[in-house]
């Protein structure tokens, strides 16, 4: 029978059901689709535990029981003289009250002694205490057990982008490679799951989400799960309660396993297990929506460091070619810069900390021309003329100027994670003007001159005018960038 059957069938509810499955005093069998089969003997078996239970006999003696290591008529006999004690010491109890009661004290003069060591003079009854449920602890408060998942999910994810970005030294650039990021950062994340969460449940009993929230995680018997139970209880997790993580999928299995938390059933991976919620203080939900909201916004900083370029400070030549070849690399501009500053059509690729660039004779003869000026071998001064009399339309080539510019402010010591978006907003914003224009940024001053002759420019596209002979046209700029401080 199904357990929704045997819970009608005994009274008693599932988390009772389930609880003396734990403890061993039942077994059903299991089906190939992983449900139980309850057999008749079980209903039965739980029959006999609900009477005894009422006769409250504790569970160590019914198992010893239905063992057979003590005759169920030792038992009664046992129980009925702890009753016996109860009813003597109920009574003792009762006739204190009513002495107390006739005295007419109240609160502020009453005098517990004389009435304290009335009671500890008569038989002590074991069994007054309120009847312990028979139940595994459960916590139904499915939103605190999401939202603790979720900020260890945020962790998890924090740390990964650590190491994605300064120990692999990968900073996705292209769209291919950012939509590989995402399949490899979600990966990750559940293999950090797997090599953390059994680690921290098995040692420290919670997890960061966890303990924001208060909540423990214990065994049955009150004790630490072992690594392998932990382990085998967040493979439930991903595969019963949120789906390997999967978008859409996932939400439908959240929704099935908060119904069943509502109803106080425990979840499949919660077998033999139990929580111990410490309380319900407002001020977890503040510390956990502050923790979520900074973990989430410190990939932006984290993110703006892993862009910063590889050399730093004072640079020489080489130096600032490399800076400005991984900014190219990133923004995805095809022409770069060859050890000497000058721009090459060969092949080339940058990488975090290393640059290669084939160097050969093939400029072009409208590619721009890089002079630099270096005092003490450090660089202080990049100059990048072009020029151009096309007769047809023609895009102006600023992309250099704006890389040379990045590469130079920000190899500046003041730049960092924290403020690099400010300063590229700065940097914007002297560039908006077009044609001449000059700013200065983190102390690198950028000055051009552009002259023009027989062109209409529009967003950086040069577009013949009509009343220009042809030969008359040109369009000419100077970059002068240089190091102030």
């Not at 291919?176 to 979600?186: A, F, H, M």
């Not at 493979?235 to 996932?250: K, M």
């Not at 560039?431 to 420019?457: F, I």
Request: proline share 5%; with cysteine; charged share 25%.
């Amino acid at each position: 029978m199904t357990i929704k059957e045997l819970e009608q069938r005994t009274g008693l509810a599932r988390a009772n059901i389930r609880f003396y499955e734990t403890e061993g005093l039942i077994s059903p069998v299991r089906l190939p689709n992983g449900y139980r089969d309850y057999s008749e003997g079980d209903a039965e078996t739980l029959e006999k535990i609900k009477l005894l239970r009422r006769l409250r006999l504790d569970l160590d003696t019914i198992r010893r029981v239905q063992e057979g290591t003590l005759p169920l008529r030792d038992a009664l006999a046992e129980q009925e003289r702890a009753l016996e004690r109860d009813r003597a010491a109920a009574e003792a109890a009762r006739q204190v009250c009513r002495r107390l009661a006739d005295s007419g004290l109240d609160y502020a003069a009453l005098s517990p002694e004389p009435w304290l060591a009335e009671l500890d003079r008569a038989p002590e009854g074991p069994h007054l205490a309120a009847l312990p449920a028979d139940r595994a602890e459960t916590v139904d408060h499915p939103w605190v057990r999401l939202l603790a998942r979720l900020l260890d999910g945020a962790v998890y994810g924090m740390l990964w982008t650590v190491i994605q970005l300064f120990v692999l030294g990968w900073l996705p650039a292209t769209q291919g490679e950012q939509n590989l990021s995402r399949v490899v950062g979600w990966a990750a994340v559940i293999g950090l799951f797997f090599l953390l969460e059994p680690l921290l449940l098995s040692t420290w009993g919670t997890t960061p989400g966890k303990a924001v929230f208060g909540l423990k995680l214990r065994r049955a018997d009150g004790g630490k799960l072992t690594w392998g139970q932990a382990a085998r209880r967040l493979l439930g997790v991903y595969n019963h309660g949120q789906f390997w993580s999967i978008p859409i999928v996932e939400l439908f299995f959240w929704w099935k396993s908060r119904k069943a938390c509502l109803r106080g059933e425990p979840l499949p991976w919660e077998e033999g297990t139990s929580y111990i919620l410490k309380d319900e203080a407002t001020w977890r939900g503040w510390v956990f929506a502050g923790a979520y909201l900074a973990l989430n916004l410190a990939a932006f900083p984290l993110t703006a460091q892993a862009m910063l370029p590889p050399n730093r400070g004072e640079l020489t030549v080489a130096e600032f070619a490399e800076n400005y070849n991984e900014l190219a690399r990133m923004v995805e501009y095809g022409r770069r810069l060859d050890e000497a500053g000058q721009v090459t059509h060969g092949e080339a690729e940058s990488t975090q900390g290393a640059t290669v660039v084939v160097i050969g004779d093939d400029r072009e003869e409208n590619d721009p021309v890089f002079t630099y000026t270096e005092t003490d071998g450090a660089l202080t001064r990049v100059e990048i003329t072009w020029e151009t009399e096309e007769n047809g339309m023609v895009s102006v080539r600023n992309g250099e100027i704006e890389l040379s510019w990045m590469a130079l402010v920000t190899a500046q010591p003041g730049v960092n994670g924290l403020n690099y978006t400010g300063v590229l907003n700065r940097m914007d914003r002297a560039m908006e003007a077009g044609g001449s224009w000059s700013g200065t940024v983190q102390g690198v001053e950028c000055r051009v001159t552009a002259e023009n002759s027989g062109y209409q420019e529009i967003a950086g596209t040069l577009l013949p005018t009509e009343d220009t002979p042809q030969g008359g046209r040109r369009y000419s700029y100077t970059a002068v960038l240089t190091l102030t401080d």
